[in-house]
């Protein structure tokens, strides 16, 4: 047993010391109170937000989200986007990229260290709105078009700067969330996709890139845009599910038409054999398979997994060529059996995703 003095010393240093005057400066819930964060309401009653609109001059936006990064969202947008362009309808396409601290539409799209975009003039609508820099006859918008490139590191000269100078790709956005909020405004709604060279009376589809996550860009664009498809990127693995579940639930809440899930990665078929080899967490059609118990619970199984697509090698390298593989590996001959499936099943998701923008029964 300690003497008196010192056991006051330990309590005191092991007691938590929450004083009732915290001036709790971040707006953070207190007392165990646990209230959710309200999602801003809409409409002119409430004094809230404006309502939903359409972007200029798109008649469709689809949303590609992905609540975790890197499960290949940006990889899907682009080929989707092509998918899209070349489907009978010969739709007009392009892609907005959303993702304003990690732009990588510019090198998926063969589109990196391109001039600065032009500004629109005179009576077009919106006036002095960027306008699109196009390749592979999809025009596209991003955030890494308005950077300028980032400056060569004197002690990085043995590193990239050496073979491949820095773009404006890898120029730091450090932004709060108001100059954010503002920039991703302006691509939405200043952009002139008339103007792009490919689509003078503007686009059937706008394909739009987010960023990972549930956070202000996303929840901005559900609260401003009419959005008519969205598709949430993942892997089928069990860490996957509480984002898919965050993400699913936000998307429900702002009311957004929710097309479904993209499995993406989900096998690897090696050149020698035909067998699948499951890369995360099994095989995702097994009624027993946790990923897929889990997205049936939340209600984004069955149909609602709008594609399943296999690890494929060169889809990885048509994006760093700036080749979409959808166009680059059209009709090749000597696809091997992944390939074809992923070719197969990225139109798969580009006719699903036009066939329910025109029924317009996904609403949630
Ligand atoms: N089906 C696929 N087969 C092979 N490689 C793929 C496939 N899908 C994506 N990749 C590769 O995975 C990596 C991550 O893809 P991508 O950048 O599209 O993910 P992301 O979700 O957009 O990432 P971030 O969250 O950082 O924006 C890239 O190297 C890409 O080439
Ligand atoms: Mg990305």
Not at 125 to 131: D, F, H
Not at 135 to 157: D, E, F, R
Not at 306 to 316: C, F, I, K, S
């Amino acid at each position: 047993m300690l003497p008196r003095p010192w056991s006051n010393i330990t309590r005191n240093l092991f007691t938590p010391s929450l004083s009732r005057n915290h001036e709790n400066p971040l707006g953070l819930p207190l007392n165990n109170a646990r209230v959710p964060p309200q999602i801003p309401r809409r409409g002119p009653i409430s004094g809230g937000l404006p309502p939903k609109r359409k972007i200029p001059n798109v008649k469709h936006t689809v949303l590609v989200s992905s609540c975790k990064g890197g499960v290949g969202k940006s990889t899907i947008a682009t080929n989707l986007a092509v998918s899209l362009s070349l489907l009978p309808q010969r739709l007009r396409v392009g892609i907005l990229d959303l993702d304003v601290f990690g732009p990588s539409i510019p090198t998926l799209m063969g589109l990196k260290n391109v001039e600065e975009p032009g500004l629109t003039q005179g009576q077009s609508s919106p006036s002095g709105a960027l306008i699109p820099i196009t390749n592979h006859g999809i025009p596209t918008m991003s955030m890494a078009y308005l950077l300028p490139p980032a400056p060569q590191s004197s002690s990085s000269s043995s590193s990239k700067s050496d073979s491949e100078p820095p773009t404006n790709e890898d120029t730091p956005v450090v932004w709060r969330g108001l100059m954010v909020q503002k920039a991703v405004q302006q691509l939405l709604f200043q952009t002139d996709w008339s103007a792009a060279q490919t689509a003078s009376s503007g686009l059937d589809v706008l394909v739009v890139d987010l960023p990972p996550g549930t956070g202000d860009i996303p929840l901005s664009v559900g609260q401003l845009v009419d959005v008519d498809s969205t598709i949430i990127i993942t892997t089928s693995d069990i860490l996957s599910l509480s984002d898919v579940r965050r993400g699913v639930a936000m998307f429900r809440k702002l009311e957004m038409p929710l097309t479904g899930l993209v499995i993406n990665n989900s096998y690897f078929i090696c050149p020698n054999c035909t067998e699948r080899h499951y890369l995360f967490g099994g095989n995702p059609n097994d009624e027993q398979n946790m990923f897929a118990k889990g997205v049936q619970a939340m209600g984004m199984g069955g149909d609602k997994i709008v594609g399943e697509l296999p690890l494929v090698v060169d889809v990885g390298r048509g994006g760093e060529k700036g080749i979409p593989y959808a166009l680059s590996g059209r009709g090749d001959a000597r696809h091997d059996a992944a390939s074809k499936i992923w070719q197969e099943g990225m139109k798969t998701i580009a006719e699903r995703i036009w066939g329910d923008i025109q029924t317009k029964t996904t609403k949630v």
